[in-house]
Protein backbone atom coordinates (compact mmCIF):
# COMPACT_ATOMS: atom_id res chain seq x y z
CA UNK A 1 0.00 0.00 0.00
CA UNK A 2 1.54 3.31 -1.14
CA UNK A 3 1.54 6.44 0.70
CA UNK A 4 -1.56 7.65 -1.51
CA UNK A 5 -3.63 4.88 -0.56
CA UNK A 6 -2.82 4.98 2.95
CA UNK A 7 -4.12 8.17 3.27
CA UNK A 8 -7.11 7.61 1.65
CA UNK A 9 -7.93 4.99 4.17
CA UNK A 10 -7.10 7.18 7.24
CA UNK A 11 -9.28 9.91 5.58
CA UNK A 12 -12.71 6.89 4.74
CA UNK A 13 -11.74 5.90 8.46
CA UNK A 14 -12.08 9.65 9.89
CA UNK A 15 -15.10 10.10 7.66
CA UNK A 16 -16.63 7.36 9.51
CA UNK A 17 -16.01 8.48 12.98
CA UNK A 18 -17.41 11.85 11.97
CA UNK A 19 -20.35 10.01 10.87
CA UNK A 20 -20.61 8.33 13.81
CA UNK A 21 -20.37 11.14 16.14
CA UNK A 22 -22.67 12.65 14.22
CA UNK A 23 -25.00 10.14 14.43
CA UNK A 24 -25.04 9.79 18.26
CA UNK A 25 -24.90 13.33 18.56
CA UNK A 26 -27.86 14.32 16.36
CA UNK A 27 -25.79 16.97 15.06
CA UNK A 28 -26.73 19.15 18.32
CA UNK A 29 -23.09 20.09 19.82
CA UNK A 30 -19.90 22.05 18.71
CA UNK A 31 -16.84 20.68 19.46
CA UNK A 32 -16.32 22.34 22.29
CA UNK A 33 -19.12 21.11 23.91
CA UNK A 34 -18.57 17.14 22.33
CA UNK A 35 -15.28 17.71 24.51
CA UNK A 36 -17.06 18.78 27.65
CA UNK A 37 -18.92 15.80 26.95
CA UNK A 38 -15.98 13.26 26.63
CA UNK A 39 -14.34 15.20 29.67
CA UNK A 40 -17.44 15.42 31.74
CA UNK A 41 -19.24 12.06 31.01
CA UNK A 42 -16.71 9.75 30.00
CA UNK A 43 -16.37 6.48 32.84
CA UNK A 44 -18.24 8.79 35.37
CA UNK A 45 -21.26 6.15 36.46
CA UNK A 46 -21.06 8.55 40.09
CA UNK A 47 -22.07 11.83 37.96
CA UNK A 48 -24.97 10.06 35.60
CA UNK A 49 -26.70 7.91 38.37
CA UNK A 50 -26.44 11.37 40.42
CA UNK A 51 -28.08 13.69 37.76
CA UNK A 52 -30.34 10.83 37.23
CA UNK A 53 -31.61 10.69 40.72
CA UNK A 54 -32.01 14.48 40.89
CA UNK A 55 -34.28 14.72 37.74
CA UNK A 56 -36.45 11.98 39.00
CA UNK A 57 -36.74 13.39 42.10
CA UNK A 58 -35.29 10.83 44.65
CA UNK A 59 -33.84 11.27 47.47
CA UNK A 60 -30.24 12.00 47.33
CA UNK A 61 -27.18 10.63 48.97
CA UNK A 62 -24.71 13.15 50.89
CA UNK A 63 -22.16 12.21 48.28
CA UNK A 64 -24.82 13.10 45.52
CA UNK A 65 -25.69 16.29 46.61
CA UNK A 66 -22.60 16.81 46.90
CA UNK A 67 -21.75 15.93 43.03
CA UNK A 68 -24.56 17.67 42.04
CA UNK A 69 -23.46 21.08 43.57
CA UNK A 70 -20.52 20.66 41.92
CA UNK A 71 -22.05 20.17 38.23
CA UNK A 72 -24.45 22.98 38.37
CA UNK A 73 -21.18 25.17 38.20
CA UNK A 74 -19.57 23.84 35.35
CA UNK A 75 -19.85 24.14 31.21
CA UNK A 76 -21.73 20.72 31.37
CA UNK A 77 -24.44 22.23 32.97
CA UNK A 78 -25.22 24.37 29.45
CA UNK A 79 -24.40 21.28 27.71
CA UNK A 80 -26.88 19.26 29.85
CA UNK A 81 -29.64 21.64 29.26
CA UNK A 82 -29.30 21.99 25.31
CA UNK A 83 -29.49 18.12 25.40
CA UNK A 84 -32.84 18.25 27.22
CA UNK A 85 -34.45 21.23 26.04
CA UNK A 86 -33.40 21.50 22.56
CA UNK A 87 -34.21 24.76 21.19
CA UNK A 88 -34.60 26.30 17.33
CA UNK A 89 -30.64 27.43 16.59
CA UNK A 90 -29.85 29.08 13.68
CA UNK A 91 -26.66 27.58 13.29
CA UNK A 92 -27.87 24.27 13.69
CA UNK A 93 -27.44 21.96 10.56
CA UNK A 94 -30.88 21.59 8.58
CA UNK A 95 -32.10 18.36 9.61
CA UNK A 96 -31.60 18.32 13.34
CA UNK A 97 -33.43 21.77 14.25
CA UNK A 98 -35.57 20.61 16.60
CA UNK A 99 -37.71 21.57 20.05
CA UNK A 100 -38.95 19.24 21.80
CA UNK A 101 -42.51 20.22 20.40
CA UNK A 102 -41.77 18.43 17.33
CA UNK A 103 -42.43 15.30 19.37
CA UNK A 104 -45.76 15.46 19.38
CA UNK A 105 -47.82 13.77 17.19
CA UNK A 106 -50.65 15.51 15.36
CA UNK A 107 -50.75 12.81 12.28
CA UNK A 108 -53.89 10.94 11.61
CA UNK A 109 -54.87 11.94 14.95
CA UNK A 110 -58.47 14.05 16.19
CA UNK A 111 -57.60 17.39 17.06
CA UNK A 112 -58.63 16.64 20.77
CA UNK A 113 -56.51 13.84 21.12
CA UNK A 114 -53.34 15.42 19.66
CA UNK A 115 -54.31 18.65 22.34
CA UNK A 116 -54.01 15.89 25.24
CA UNK A 117 -50.59 14.89 23.96
CA UNK A 118 -49.87 18.28 23.47
CA UNK A 119 -50.57 19.26 27.17
CA UNK A 120 -48.76 16.27 28.86
CA UNK A 121 -45.58 17.68 27.06
CA UNK A 122 -46.25 21.21 28.08
CA UNK A 123 -45.73 18.98 31.47
CA UNK A 124 -42.16 17.55 30.56
CA UNK A 125 -41.23 21.35 29.36
CA UNK A 126 -42.29 23.21 32.86
CA UNK A 127 -41.03 20.36 34.74
CA UNK A 128 -37.96 19.40 33.36
CA UNK A 129 -37.30 23.82 33.35
CA UNK A 130 -37.76 23.59 37.35
CA UNK A 131 -35.53 20.68 37.43
CA UNK A 132 -33.28 22.64 35.76
CA UNK A 133 -33.60 26.13 37.63
CA UNK A 134 -33.39 24.22 40.82
CA UNK A 135 -29.90 22.26 39.91
CA UNK A 136 -28.57 25.35 39.34
CA UNK A 137 -30.12 27.78 42.12
CA UNK A 138 -30.62 24.95 44.71
CA UNK A 139 -33.95 25.06 47.38
CA UNK A 140 -37.08 22.85 47.02
CA UNK A 141 -38.58 20.81 44.38
CA UNK A 142 -41.55 23.05 41.67
CA UNK A 143 -44.65 23.28 41.16
CA UNK A 144 -44.42 19.84 39.45
CA UNK A 145 -43.62 16.99 41.49
CA UNK A 146 -43.13 13.22 39.47
CA UNK A 147 -44.59 11.38 42.40
CA UNK A 148 -48.08 12.98 41.97
CA UNK A 149 -48.37 11.70 38.25
CA UNK A 150 -48.81 8.98 38.69
CA UNK A 151 -52.40 7.12 38.01
CA UNK A 152 -54.66 8.05 41.19
CA UNK A 153 -58.80 7.27 41.34
CA UNK A 154 -59.36 10.72 41.47
CA UNK A 155 -57.77 12.20 38.53
CA UNK A 156 -60.82 11.97 35.48
CA UNK A 157 -59.41 10.13 32.26
CA UNK A 158 -58.49 13.29 30.88
CA UNK A 159 -55.90 14.21 33.77
CA UNK A 160 -55.27 11.11 34.41
CA UNK A 161 -54.16 10.57 30.72
CA UNK A 162 -52.30 13.16 30.34
CA UNK A 163 -50.23 12.99 33.84
CA UNK A 164 -48.97 9.92 33.33
CA UNK A 165 -48.31 10.15 29.72
CA UNK A 166 -45.76 13.65 30.89
CA UNK A 167 -44.58 10.94 33.70
CA UNK A 168 -43.46 8.24 30.93
CA UNK A 169 -41.70 10.47 29.33
CA UNK A 170 -39.87 12.30 31.45
CA UNK A 171 -38.60 9.08 32.45
CA UNK A 172 -37.80 8.17 29.17
CA UNK A 173 -35.83 11.45 28.46
CA UNK A 174 -33.80 11.70 31.32
CA UNK A 175 -32.55 8.22 31.11
CA UNK A 176 -32.20 8.19 27.25
CA UNK A 177 -30.34 11.62 26.75
CA UNK A 178 -27.74 10.97 29.67
CA UNK A 179 -27.43 7.13 28.58
CA UNK A 180 -27.02 8.94 24.92
CA UNK A 181 -24.48 11.43 26.45
CA UNK A 182 -22.69 8.62 28.33
CA UNK A 183 -22.15 7.20 24.40
CA UNK A 184 -20.80 10.09 22.93
CA UNK A 185 -18.36 10.32 25.57
CA UNK A 186 -17.36 6.80 25.41
CA UNK A 187 -16.96 6.90 21.83
CA UNK A 188 -14.95 10.07 21.61
CA UNK A 189 -12.59 8.82 24.32
CA UNK A 190 -11.88 5.47 22.79
CA UNK A 191 -12.47 6.37 18.85
CA UNK A 192 -14.33 3.08 18.98
CA UNK A 193 -16.68 2.14 15.97
CA UNK A 194 -20.24 1.83 16.56
CA UNK A 195 -20.75 -1.85 16.57
CA UNK A 196 -18.22 -2.07 18.64
CA UNK A 197 -19.29 0.26 21.41
CA UNK A 198 -22.75 -1.98 20.57
CA UNK A 199 -21.18 -4.87 21.21
CA UNK A 200 -19.70 -3.97 24.64
CA UNK A 201 -23.16 -2.36 25.64
CA UNK A 202 -24.37 -6.19 25.34
CA UNK A 203 -26.42 -5.08 22.01
CA UNK A 204 -27.02 -6.47 19.00
CA UNK A 205 -25.90 -4.13 16.44
CA UNK A 206 -28.17 -6.45 13.83
CA UNK A 207 -31.07 -6.07 15.03
Same mark, same amino acid.
Given at each position: MDYKEKKQLEEEKQRLVDKFRESLSGGLYTESEIEVIKGTFYDNEELLT &???? /? /?? #?????? %?? #???? $? $?? &? %??? &??NVLYKTFIPELDPNMPISNNVDLWVGVNTKEKLPEDSVLEMKSREIVIKYLQEQFNRLLKGGDFGDIKLSELTYVKSKNSEEAYIDLHARNSILGQVSGNLMNLRNIAFQEKTQMSQDEIQKMMGMNSNQ
Open positions: &ALRN /F /FF #QLELTE %KE #QDII $S $SF &A %KTD &AY
